[in-house]
Structures are given as structure tokens and as C-alpha cells.
């Protein structure tokens, strides 16, 4: 099945400093790739999404960018705000008998210190 | 907005019982997902249904079982309940064939003593 890997697993930042965090998939026949936010006590919410036939995507403050040659993908948040803070999951979409399923990172925690 | 509501926030049972998670929809999304959440491990696939009595394994499906007899339900059930199935446990559903995006509840907390 898909492996999914995601780097790092903390990450701090300075209010205002930009925020990336890395994901690898190792199936090619992925072809979709939402990254997730969780805040605490809250299940896990979309904040964007692309699917493999397009290299970049932005919605204001966040980006992310896919090289499906490298099989890799990235989430970008600029001007980090304290509302910011929360654990992230990247996911890469495969299809079994009937659905889309995805397939997780194991997240990372992000800290926007103020 | 989708709504995916699970019943219970919290759920304390004993081991060796019976436990019903339950989880509703209210968008007449065609696919529903469980999902176990631990940390450092991410969230794991159990089981899936894409129509009303389908029902497909997921990654880890031993030792839970999953029942949906109408669209906008979807049970997950431990058949008999153990300490290493102590876990968060979420509830997504999406829409058609694709199947993009997968919207989800806030998640079940369950311990098991």
C-alpha cells in the first residue's frame, strides 16, 4: 500500500516567519493530496488540497506545491500567525474497491511562538 | 457546512465488552471512514463503506467489526473490547465516486480498562 512520510514531527516558528512542512509518498498512482489541520479537541479539518495534475496551489497565507517526479509534496504558511498553531497531517489519495482512500503522515505539531 | 457528528466524546468501558461507536452524516455523502488516531502513528484506516451494507477492510480492521444499514450511519464495533484498542477514534464521510475531500468529526476518545 501507500507509504506516507512527514517531516518534522515539531516544528517552532517566530510569529510573522514562514512555516514548511515535507511529505513523501511512495506510490505513484496517487493522485490526490489534502493536507489536514487539527487543533486540540477537534477533529481534523481541510485547509487545502491538489491533485496531480497541477504543481502548485495557494489560498492567501497557505501553499502547497507537489513534484511528482521526486514524489513529494510540501505545505507553505507565511506571516504565521498564534492561531496557526495546531498539528498538520498530509495525506495522498489511492483508490481500493469502491473509494478514494487516504493514507497519513504522522503529522506534525506546529508552535507559532508570539 | 457537512456535519459528521459522532455520538460520544469520551467512553470509558471495560475489557472484554461490547462497544458501539456511532457516527452520522448530514450531506448524503455515499462513503464513510473509520479511522484510529495515535500519536506518532497518524491516523490508520479500520473500515470503510462506499453504499448502504458495503462494507471493505481497511489497514487495521482485526478485531473491530463495522455495520451500516442506512446511508447517513455508520457503527463501529469492538466485539470484544482490549486495552491496545484504548485510542481516539474518527469518523469522516465524502461525497461520490471520488470520493475528495474526506470531512470529519471531532472524534471519539475511547479507554478501555
Known amino acids: 500500500g501507500e507509504n506516507v512520510e512527514q517531516h518534522p514531527s515539531t516544528l517552532s516558528v517566530q510569529e510573522g516567519d514562514s512555516a514548511v512542512i515535507k511529505c513523501t509518498y511512495s506510490d505513484s498512482a496517487s493522485n490526490y493530496f489534502p493536507w489536514y489541520k487539527q487543533e486540540l479537541g477537534k477533529g481534523p479539518q481541510l485547509i487545502i488540497d491538489i491533485r496531480s495534475n497541477v504543481g502548485e496551489k495557494k489560498d492567501q497565507r497557505i501553499a502547497v506545491t507537489l513534484n511528482k517526479t521526486a514524489k513529494h509534496f510540501s505545505l507553505h504558511i507565511t506571516e504565521t500567525q498564534p492561531e496557526d498553531s495546531a498539528v498538520y497531517f498530509c495525506a495522498a489519495s489511492i483508490w481500493r474497491t469502491g473509494a478514494n482512500n487516504l493514507f497519513f503522515g504522522t503529522g506534525t505539531r506546529l508552535t507559532v511562538i508570539p | 457546512d457537512v456535519k459528521v457528528t459522532q455520538s460520544s466524546r469520551y467512553l470509558v468501558k471495560r475489557t472484554g465488552e461490547k462497544v458501539f461507536l456511532e457516527c452520522v452524516q448530514d450531506?448524503?455523502?455515499?462513503?464513510m471512514f473509520w479511522y484510529r488516531q495515535d500519536p506518532g502513528l497518524g491516523l490508520r484506516l479500520i473500515y470503510f463503506?462506499?453504499?448502504?451494507?458495503?462494507?471493505e477492510k481497511g489497514d487495521i480492521p482485526e478485531g473491530y467489526s463495522v455495520s451500516r444499514e442506512k446511508k447517513e450511519r455508520f457503527s463501529l464495533i469492538l466485539e470484544s473490547a482490549s486495552t491496545n484498542q484504548t485510542s481516539m477514534y474518527l469518523c469522516?464521510?465524502?461525497f461520490g465516486t471520488g470520493g475528495w475531500p474526506q470531512h470529519f468529526g471531532d472524534g471519539t476518545r475511547l479507554s478501555i480498562l
Open positions: 469522516a464521510s465524502s
Open positions: 463503506s462506499y453504499d448502504v451494507k458495503m462494507k
Open positions: 450531506m448524503d455523502h455515499e462513503n
